[in-house]
């Protein structure tokens, strides 16, 4: 199985700063048609995960643009900037190239 | 507008067997693949399996011998049936098309 792996944030972040959250796949997510196999998704408190970026770099419909995800076969991070009291809570990475799907495990955001 | 509600039993028996309903809405089966994922309390997210548009699945490989996913295309409802449940299978249960993700339910696992 792919493992996938996920930095920490330096909480809390000030209101209208930017973070970076990392992640790193045990497998390059690089497929030979060039979309990398990686979907970023936010879990607000008591709510369920919403996807906010896939192919790596794409936003989901409605997405704001202060979310950018970005990187290479293995490493990847989703910056988020400007953070906004509605961007509080757990950031989760899955790869999606090969079953079993699999998550990071999670990186949570909270604001100052 | 797409929805996905699941629903079940909140208590389930320890070493009985746990059967979930994901009721959609707003697509269609065949030509979506829906996704079971679950979430301890306070632990991160693990994928279960999946059924695809054709009806094929694929599961995670830890859980592989215990659990099973169907459905009924005509009812626009996929099933998830999981034996032998132990406390450490306490869980929120989401039904997700990857996309568009179902309020969860929670399931305990006590006598």
């Known amino acids: 199985d792919i493992v996938m792996t996920q930095g920490a944030l330096p909480n809390p972040v000030p209101s209208g700063e930017s973070a970076s959250i990392t992640c790193q796949s045990s497998k390059s997510l690089l497929h030979s048609n060039g979309k990398t196999y990686l979907n970023w998704y936010l879990q607000r408190p008591g709510q369920s995960p919403q996807l906010l970026i896939y192919w790596m770099s794409t936003r989901a419909s409605g997405v704001s643009d202060r979310f950018s995800g970005s990187g290479s076969g293995t490493d990847f991070t989703l910056k988020i900037s400007s953070v906004e009291a509605e961007d509080v809570g757990v950031y989760y990475c899955?790869?999606?190239?090969?079953?079993?799907?699999?998550f990071g495990g999670g990186t949570k955001l909270e604001l100052k | 507008q797409v929805q996905l509600k699941e629903s079940g039993p909140g208590l389930v028996q320890p070493s009985e067997t746990l059967s979930l309903t994901c009721t959609v809405s707003?697509?269609?089966?065949?030509?979506?693949?829906v996704h079971w994922v679950r979430q301890p309390p306070g632990k991160g997210l693990e994928w279960m399996g999946i059924?695809?548009?054709?009806?094929?699945?694929d599961y995670n490989s830890a859980l592989k011998s215990r659990l099973s996913i169907s459905r009924d295309t005509s009812k626009s409802q996929v099933f998830l049936k999981m034996n032998s449940l132990q406390t450490e299978d306490t869980a929120i249960y989401y039904c997700?098309?990857?996309?568009?993700w179902g309020q969860g339910v929670m399931v305990t696992v006590s006598s």
């Open positions: 997700s098309t990857g996309i568009w």
């Open positions: 059924i695809r548009s054709g009806g094929s699945t």
């Open positions: 707003g697509f269609s089966l065949t030509s979506n693949s």
């Open positions: 899955q790869q999606f190239l090969e079953y079993p799907r699999t």
